[in-house]
Each structure stands twice: as C-alpha cells, then as structure tokens.
C-alpha cells in the first residue's frame, strides 16, 4: 500500500464523511488541513533554512541598528532642547544689567568659526581614513560649487545668508526684551509654517492639506498671543519681533535649498563656518557704529559680563552642532521635536523660577502653535501610510474572527464525533 495513502487514510475517510454529510463550512483537505497547521513544506523549509544563520544576523543587526538610532534620539532631543532653552533663558539672565542685543548677536555668531575645527576633531577621531585639513577643505567646499569656494562666490553665497542668520539672532534677541521666553519660543515655532508656505509658492513644493491647517493654525496662536494684553503695548511689538524671527529663519532655510541644495554633516560645517568668518570680517563695524553712537554702550570692556556672553555663544554653537550632528545619528523628525520641547522647558523655568504666571489666552495660544507645528512634521504620504494601517488592523481583525469561528465549528464537529452523531442538515 503506498505510504503517502496510509498516513492520510483518516484525514481521507473524515473528508468523504464531511463531504457526503453536507458538513457546513467543510471544504476540501480540511481535516488534513487542520493536522498539519503551522507546518510548512518542505520546500518552505528549504527556502527558510537555506541560510538561516544569515537571516538571524541580519535581523539582529537591523535591530541593533534601530535601537540605537533611537536611543541617540532620545539623548539628541534632550540635547537640543536643553541648549535652546538654556540660550533662551541666559539671554533673559544677561539683560538685567546688559541691553545691547546686537553685539550679543554679534559675538555668538564669531563662534561660528569653530564649527568647521569641530567636525574635523571628529573626523580625525573617529574615520578609519583620515584626511589631511587641506584635502577635507577642499572636500567641503563643493557645496559653493565643483570649483569650491571662491571670492565671487563667498560675497555672493554667504552675504545674504549671513545677514539672513544675523536678523534671525538679532530679532529674537529683541523679542525677549518684550516676551517671556515660552512665549518667544513658541512663536519661533511658527517658522514652520512658514517653511512651508515659502517652499510651496517658491520651490513648487507638494501641496499638503493637513499642513495648510496646521499653518492656519499657527497663525491663529499668533493672533491670540498678539490679542493677550489687547493689541496694545509691549505684548505687540514682541510679537511682531519674534514673528520676523521665525519668518527670516524659514527665508534661510528656503534659500539654502533653493541655491545650495542639501548638504552633509561637513559641507554644513563648512558653510556655518564660513558664516562667522563673514560676520567677523564685514559686520563687525555695526556693533563698533552702535557703540559710538550710544545706542549700544557700555562702561569698559571690564564691565562686560564676559560669562554670560560665552553661555549664551557656546549654547548657540552647541545647538547648531547638535541639530546637524543629530541628522546623522538618528532620525531628523526627532531633532524637530526636541525644538518644539523648548517650548515646556522654557515654561517650566519661567513658570519656577521667574514666577510667570499664565493667563489661558496664552496657554491656548501656546498650545495651537505647538500642535500646528507637530502637524507640519506628517510625512508627505501620511494619509496612505494611515489608510495602509487601518486596512492591517481589519485584515487582522476579520482573520482572528474567522479563526474564532473555525475554531467553534471544529470544537462542535468533535463533540458530535464522541456523541456519535451527524449533523445531517435538512434537503
């Protein structure tokens, strides 16, 4: 007798009973379908087992990989709102007995110049080939260009660039002097919005609905926290400094990916270095001007609180390095979402150590920019990404049902067996 036959002889003489008894729900092979549930076949396991050492290792690396970019997310959100709100509230700090935001603006982007140094420290750390200053120089500076960066290009790339990031600076500097900081940073928030209105109109960007709510959104927060202290005062012109701050911080970042396009860890180093090589060569007769003409003074460079001033720049340069180093080490949504954090770290310190106390106008206008901003951080294909999980979630719901039931037919079929009787069901 053949073997194939004799091992399913059972399966075979309930399938002709099912069959001739009109089982409901029966359908062929069941049975032998039930008797080897969840055992592939053998060509199954010859495609599983093929090189099933490779498979795990390439699973735990996967795993490993994605551990760690999340673990360094973690420490790169905290990271980042910890310097914006530590630059945020030094600022604060400084003015009680220092009002000159300008040359503040000034001597933090001076700083910039260490940027570059910094990544190359990194470099020589941590690459297998390292590369000589000159060679990682010239590497960079294709980011004005195959040509690299030369003088043409260095008034014509990095002038309005370095003016935009100079107004940005100077502009949220002032707001402080108006706002708290919760509310200066949750205005900056706003910028965004602006991002994305500027790359829609400008750079053809798509056209996201979700993302129009989310501006009108910011600029509601904006009406209401201009609406605080009704349209009147200080509160107003706060406002309007620090939405000039987010609107020229989303005209940089525009115009950088209009005319340089995207740039790696280095290039950016390169090209924020260049920044404060600009900022110390061709603006620094502003603070000089400011200075004799009173607006800015000071007693003695003695008097300076030389400090804060280092706090406050080293922050600054510590975000930047931290936002592009970020890009690299983890997902860049995680940097944005460490941004928009500043917004409860500037609360909590205000709220403990300055005693700000909240009106609700605020709180809510704080509240819809904060979610506005969030919006914006839905990838382009949300919608179908959202569509896909819903239809996994019924998929799998529909196949536990179906397997609930076959589960209840086959119990039913077994007790009928071991009663010794037949459901024979009605012509």
């Not at 032998?32 to 050492?53: A, F, K, V």
């Not at 009002?99 to 110049?113: D, E, I, K, V, Y």
């Not at 007790?415 to 024979?424: C, E, L, M, Q, Y």
Request: proline share 3%.
């Amino acid at each position: 007798m053949d073997v194939k036959a004799a091992s399913n002889g059972v399966s075979t003489i309930e399938d002709r009973i099912l069959r001739i008894t009109g089982y409901y729900g029966y359908y062929p092979g069941y049975s032998s379908h039930q008797r080897g549930e969840g055992i592939p076949s053998s060509s199954e396991n010859h495609t599983e087992n093929l090189n099933p050492d490779n498979n795990v290792k390439t699973r735990c690396q996967s795993c490993t990989s994605t551990f760690f970019k999340i673990f360094w997310g973690f420490l790169v959100i905290l990271s980042v709102s910890s310097s914006w709100v530590g630059t945020t509230q030094i600022v604060k700090v400084t003015y009680k007995n220092f009002h000159c935001p300008f040359f503040m603006t000034w001597f933090s982007t001076n700083w910039n110049l260490m940027f570059f140094p910094v990544y190359y420290s990194g470099h020589l750390a941590s690459a297998e080939e390292k590369q000589t200053l000159i060679q990682k120089i010239r590497e960079c500076s294709r980011i004005f260009g195959e040509e690299g960066l030369t003088l043409k290009l260095f008034l014509k790339r990095t002038a309005p660039f370095s003016i935009l990031w100079t107004l940005t600076n100077y502009l949220y500097l002032l707001a402080l002097k108006k706002l708290t900081a919760t509310d200066v940073s949750a205005l900056f928030c706003c910028n965004k919005a602006f991002v994305f209105l500027l790359s829609w109109i400008v750079l053809k960007d798509k056209f996201m609905g979700v993302r129009i709510v989310a501006t009108i959104m910011a600029i509601t927060g904006i009406v209401m926290m201009a609406y605080a202290d009704g349209f009147h005062g200080d509160s107003i012109i706060g406002v309007a400094l620090a939405v000039g701050s987010a609107s020229t911080s989303a005209l940089y970042k525009v115009l950088f990916k209009m005319f340089l396009g995207s740039a790696n860890f280095g290039e950016a180093a390169y090209f924020i270095s260049t920044l404060g090589f600009f900022n110390l060569i061709f603006i620094s007769s502003a603070p000089v001007i400011l200075y004799f003409t009173k607006v800015e003074y000071w007693s003695s460079f003695s008097a300076l609180p030389w400090g804060y001033l280092c706090g406050v720049a080293g922050l600054w340069l510590a975000f930047n390095v931290l936002v592009n180093v970020g890009v690299v080490l983890t997902y860049p949504i995680l940097i944005s979402i460490g941004t928009v954090l500043s917004v409860p770290g500037n609360a909590a310190v205000d709220l403990m150590k300055h005693e700000v106390i909240f009106s609700m106008v605020r709180l809510t206008a704080t509240s819809i920019i904060c979610i506005g901003f969030l919006l914006m951080l839905l990838p382009e294909e949300w919608d179908e990404i959202t569509l896909r999980f819903i239809n996994r979630l019924k998929e799998k719901k529909n196949e536990e049902q179906t397997e609930d039931t076959t589960e209840s037919s086959v119990h039913t079929r077994s007790r009928s067996r071991a009663n010794g009787t037949v459901s024979i069901p009605l012509a």
